[in-house]
């Protein structure tokens, strides 16, 4: 499959070969399953301190007539803690198990529970392979919701690299036809639920993503202030970037260098 390469002023400048990588099959099943591994490797654990809500001395005799028992009083065998006695005779209250008052958690959460998914290395390759190929399909972006031009996908010409401002990346952006994506990316809206004071307060979506050949490309500072925009070097793309929530078909931007790249190095097969 070849496609168009443009050059910084929205001309056409050639034709390239897309590699074997971008001919693999669209597994969508297989993409929301590296997804969803790159998502838990990166969660952290977190549990209760096993002493939690065990800090007291609620130990009862189960004797009759003992001192310190609560047999013979009317009253449920739960462990209790004494606040108050006068010879025999407690005032006590429930302690130390769960549904009274600071007491433990039936069922906390454990730090020692395994977030963490494994993915064969054959299987995370083919499902890159796969989110490559459902890049360059026009009705997948426009079923993420992406505004793309009428003659996507193409590839941009290696010259993108060495933008060094953020306002030639946008205008270069906007003479390829994706102004409208970038505005649809630029509003946040505060995110529903706790995650508010969890720090993800706000929610943004996703617009383009950039490939370049190298991490030292000037484009990589230029144009990762743009609001919904990610610059990856080639070597580095996962599911993650390539399909934002599993979700296949982000709109992507390939440099002519980031495909010889691709090609010469062999990735991902």
Same mark, same amino acid.
């Given at each position: 499959?070849?496609?168009?390469?443009?050059?910084?002023?929205?001309? #056409?400048?050639?034709?390239?070969?897309? @590699?074997?990588?971008?001919?693999?099959?669209?597994?969508?099943?297989?993409?929301?399953?590296?997804?969803?591994?790159?998502?838990?490797?990166?969660?952290?654990?977190?549990?209760?301190?096993?002493?939690?809500?065990?800090?007291?001395?609620?130990?009862?005799? !189960?004797?009759?007539?003992?001192?310190?028992?609560?047999? =013979?009083? =009317?009253?449920?065998?739960?462990?209790?803690?004494?606040?108050?006695?006068?010879?025999?005779?407690?005032?006590?209250?429930?302690?130390?198990?769960?549904?009274?008052?600071?007491? !433990?958690?039936?069922? @906390?959460?454990?730090?020692?529970?395994?977030?963490?998914?494994?993915?064969?290395?054959?299987?995370?390759?083919?499902?890159?392979?796969?989110?490559?190929?459902?890049?360059?399909?026009?009705?997948?972006?426009?079923?993420?919701?992406?505004?793309?031009?009428?003659?996507?996908?193409?590839?941009?010409?290696?010259?993108? #690299?060495?933008?060094?401002?953020?306002?030639?990346?946008?205008?270069?952006?906007?003479?390829?036809?994706?102004?409208?994506?970038?505005?649809?990316?630029? @509003?946040?809206?505060?995110?529903?639920?706790?995650?508010?004071?969890?720090?993800?307060?706000?929610?943004?979506?996703?617009?383009?993503?950039?490939?370049?050949?190298?991490? #030292?490309?000037?484009?990589?500072?230029?144009?990762?202030?743009?609001? =919904?925009?990610?610059?990856?070097?080639?070597?580095?793309?996962?599911?993650?970037?390539?399909?934002?929530?599993?979700?296949? =078909?982000?709109?992507?931007?390939?440099?002519?260098?980031?495909?010889?790249?691709?090609?010469?190095?062999?990735?991902?097969?």
């Amino acid at each position: 499959m070849k496609l168009s390469v443009f050059d910084l002023e929205c001309k #056409e400048a050639g034709k390239i070969e897309m @590699p074997l990588q971008f001919q693999e099959s669209v597994r969508q099943d297989l993409i929301k399953r590296a997804f969803e591994s790159i998502r838990a490797n990166g969660r952290q654990r977190y549990g209760a301190t096993p002493l939690a809500g065990k800090k007291y001395a609620p130990d009862l005799s !189960r004797r009759r007539r003992h001192y310190r028992g609560s047999y =013979g009083f =009317g009253i449920s065998r739960i462990p209790r803690k004494i606040l108050v006695r006068r010879g025999t005779r407690m005032y006590w209250v429930g302690a130390q198990v769960p549904g009274t008052v600071g007491g !433990r958690r039936a069922h @906390p959460p454990k730090s020692e529970k395994q977030w963490a998914r494994r993915l064969n290395t054959k299987e995370r390759r083919k499902a890159i392979r796969a989110a490559l190929s459902a890049t360059i399909d026009k009705s997948l972006a426009e079923a993420r919701g992406h505004f793309v031009p009428q003659n996507y996908p193409f590839v941009i010409s290696e010259k993108y #690299e060495s933008l060094s401002k953020t306002k030639q990346v946008t205008e270069a952006l906007a003479r390829l036809g994706f102004s409208a994506d970038l505005n649809r990316a630029k @509003p946040k809206t505060i995110r529903a639920g706790k995650g508010k004071a969890r720090g993800r307060r706000y929610l943004r979506k996703k617009s383009l993503l950039i490939v370049v050949s190298r991490n #030292e490309a000037e484009l990589s500072k230029s144009a990762r202030n743009i609001p =919904g925009v990610d610059v990856v070097q080639v070597d580095r793309l996962n599911v993650e970037l390539l399909a934002p929530g599993g979700m296949p =078909g982000r709109a992507t931007l390939f440099t002519e260098s980031a495909i010889k790249v691709i090609e010469e190095k062999n990735l991902f097969k």
